[in-house]
């Protein structure tokens, strides 16, 4: 087999390496809950790519989707046509996802902590926010319930923060007790385990901590430590995330994102 | 459907139009608007942009939720400014999607709460003091409570009924079965209008029955921007544009003057989306196969 076609960093997106870098992350697993906009995208990259047998869930009551076209909203008929069962939502969060079922969970964040702790639900104060966001949606019950859980966002100094405002879904809680309390507690969810951002991917170590393992073509740890707000953990070997391959591409542009919503 | 609205709503009740980006009736919702009903409780898992509209036109004073937003979009501006900054008005009970389902399954079950593995080590509990924890009678095991929710009305659109009001509706299910049988009083919109027997041939199909059904509207077209699944497809255009519209509250009161006020109900809704709009949302065609429930004497 000849090596893939080698694409330089100018010919691609922040937007399509993440989605390339989540895909690749979902190599081996076999039941993941799907989220809007880059997550939809990135799993439907990778069942095309490096996990052909999963199986998308989608929160709105589908196991087992076949979506023809990339939805805007993650409850479009596309998931419906085709799909292996269509669900109540009591079921799909009752017996799917509490049930312990959905290997991995894929959850957006507007803050998130070094713990992988997540906000969703506002920026300031409760009571009075300066900016409302969505609010849990199942992402609370994703945390907690899937049994890993991958963060795909945008990283900045407002979004990778010391304190979040509001822990909307629990990730390693206080770093090495997390496991411990989610232990106790009785919950089938290990965390997170995957962060993917615009500029390289993190997982966590023994400790629960957001340890930077990669970064994107072309992005130095300069680039990344200006864009966070804590001292990141960088592994031993940090290495590059190998570039989107011209067959990645060709799907993101050319099957999943043709109208480039997500990817420009 | 003004005599529906007019007969089963009224100032100061819960009202949940519920569907999970699927089967919402914006029929109901701006006949609601139209009749300036006043100082309802909205719940819904996803108040969508019916919701936004609804709290733009004033009918709002609290909302019952978990996830707000416009799927794929952004957010609902017109809940924004009334729930940022110093000046929030509009009250806020949040959830998250599983709470929210639990607390219908509660209601429509006649128990005092609904236990879920949701919330631990969160901050939603503190936000909404309604979800408490309990022990398992059974163990040390921790829980989540949740309240049981019992609308006054629940209105919930799908592809048919007959006229009893028995309900039949294939695609995504969300919760609609629970909201309906949780709430005090029924009101189904449908596309079409069948007969019994159309119904009793395939009775799996049956989510609602007639028997805690008040009013039955035919209203085709009636959840449009939404869908409704092999009859029409999501109006994303509509979603899209209407961020614009929202984020500007002139904007929005020209929107309801020309599209909710400005007609008469979802009859000239219709026609003045016109015919292009409307076939270009047409679906092509894929048939369930169907089974055969045999024929016992």
């Known amino acids: 087999m000849s090596p893939p076609e080698p694409v330089e960093a100018a010919d691609f997106s922040a937007s399509e390496m993440m989605i390339v870098a989540a895909a690749r992350e979902?190599?081996?697993?076999?039941?993941?809950?799907?989220?809007?906009?880059?997550?939809?995208?990135?799993?439907?990259?990778?069942?095309?790519?490096?996990?052909?047998?999963?199986?998308?869930?989608?929160e709105a009551g589908v196991f087992g989707a076949r979506p023809a076209r990339l939805p805007l909203s993650i409850g479009d008929p596309t998931i419906v046509t085709r799909a292996t069962a269509v669900t109540s939502?009591?079921?799909?969060?009752?017996?799917y996802l509490q049930g312990g079922l959905i290997d991995v969970g894929f959850l957006g964040a507007a803050q998130i902590?070094?713990?992988?702790?997540?906000?969703?639900?506002?920026?300031?104060d409760y009571a009075h926010p300066t900016t409302r966001l969505p609010g849990s949606g199942g992402a609370c019950e994703i945390a907690i319930n899937a049994r890993e859980v991958f963060v795909i966002m945008r990283q900045s100094r407002r979004s990778f923060v010391q304190r979040i405002d509001f822990r909307t879904s629990p990730g390693n809680l206080g770093g090495a007790d997390g496991a411990r309390i989610r232990?106790?507690?009785?919950?089938?969810?290990?965390?997170?385990?995957?962060?993917?951002?615009?500029?390289?991917?993190?997982?966590f170590d023994a400790g629960g901590v957001m340890r930077l393992d990669s970064l994107h073509p072309g992005v130095t740890l300069e680039d990344v430590q200006g864009k966070m707000a804590w001292?990141?953990?960088?592994?031993?070997?940090?290495?590059?995330?190998?570039?989107?391959?011209?067959?990645?591409?060709?799907?993101?542009?050319?099957?999943?994102?043709?109208?480039?919503?997500?990817?420009? | 459907m003004a005599e529906a609205i007019a007969g089963s709503v009224h100032d100061g009740d819960t009202v949940a139009i519920e569907g999970f980006t699927h089967l919402i009736s914006f029929a109901a919702g701006h006949e609601i608007i139209r009749q300036h009903k006043r100082d309802l409780t909205l719940a819904r898992l996803t108040p969508d942009l019916i919701y936004d509209q609804m709290v733009g036109a004033g009918v709002a004073?609290?909302?019952?939720?978990?996830?707000?937003?416009?799927?794929?979009?952004?957010?609902?501006?017109?809940?924004?400014?009334?729930?940022?900054?110093?000046?929030?008005?509009?009250?806020?009970e949040e959830y998250s999607h599983f709470g929210m389902v639990g607390r219908y399954t509660a209601g429509a079950m006649n128990l005092p709460f609904f236990p879920l593995r949701s919330y631990f080590e969160t901050d939603l509990p503190v936000a909404n003091p309604l979800i408490r924890p309990i022990r398992s009678p059974y163990g040390d095991d921790l829980v989540y409570a949740v309240p049981p929710l019992e609308p006054d009305v629940a209105i919930i659109h799908a592809q048919r009924a007959d006229e009893q009001g028995n309900t039949q509706i294939w695609g995504l299910l969300g919760c609609q079965k629970e909201a309906a049988f949780a709430a005090q009083r029924v009101i189904v919109v449908v596309e079409e209008l069948v007969s019994e027997d159309v119904i009793r041939a395939d009775p799996n199909r049956t989510v609602i029955p007639g028997l805690i059904v008040e009013?039955?509207?035919?209203?085709?077209?009636?959840?449009?921007?939404?869908?409704?699944?092999?009859?029409?497809?999501?109006?994303?255009?509509?979603?899209?544009?209407?961020?614009?519209?929202?984020?500007?509250?002139?904007?929005?009161?020209?929107?309801?003057?020309e599209w909710v006020y400005g007609v008469a109900g979802r009859a000239e809704y219709r026609d003045k989306l016109g015919d292009e709009r409307l076939d270009a949302l047409r679906p092509g065609s894929s048939p369930s196969g169907s089974v055969d429930y045999g024929d016992y004497r």
């Open chain 1, 183 to 203: 232990r106790e507690q009785g919950w089938l969810g290990a965390g997170p385990s995957v962060v993917i951002t615009d500029l390289g991917v993190y997982h």
């Open chain 1, 89 to 95: 939502m009591f079921e799909l969060f009752g017996f």
């Open chain 2, 61 to 92: 004073r609290k909302l019952i939720f978990s996830w707000l937003g416009n799927p794929g979009v952004g957010g609902l501006h017109a809940v924004r400014r009334v729930t940022e900054g110093a000046s929030a008005s509009l009250e806020l």
């Open chain 1, 26 to 58: 979902l190599a081996g697993r076999h039941v993941c809950f799907v989220g809007v906009g880059l997550p939809n995208i990135a799993v439907n990259l990778a069942k095309l790519t490096v996990a052909t047998d999963l199986e998308l869930v989608y």
């Open chain 2, 215 to 257: 009013a039955v509207v035919v209203e085709p077209f009636g959840a449009h921007p939404s869908y409704a699944q092999g009859h029409y497809d999501r109006d994303n255009r509509f979603y899209i544009e209407w961020d614009a519209i929202s984020r500007d509250a002139d904007l929005l009161e020209q929107w309801l003057d």
């Open chain 1, 113 to 124: 902590d070094r713990f992988g702790n997540i906000n969703s639900t506002v920026i300031g």
């Open chain 1, 231 to 264: 001292q990141p953990a960088v592994a031993d070997r940090l290495i590059e995330t190998a570039p989107p391959t011209a067959e990645e591409l060709r799907l993101v542009r050319d099957v999943l994102d043709t109208e480039g919503i997500y990817t420009r």
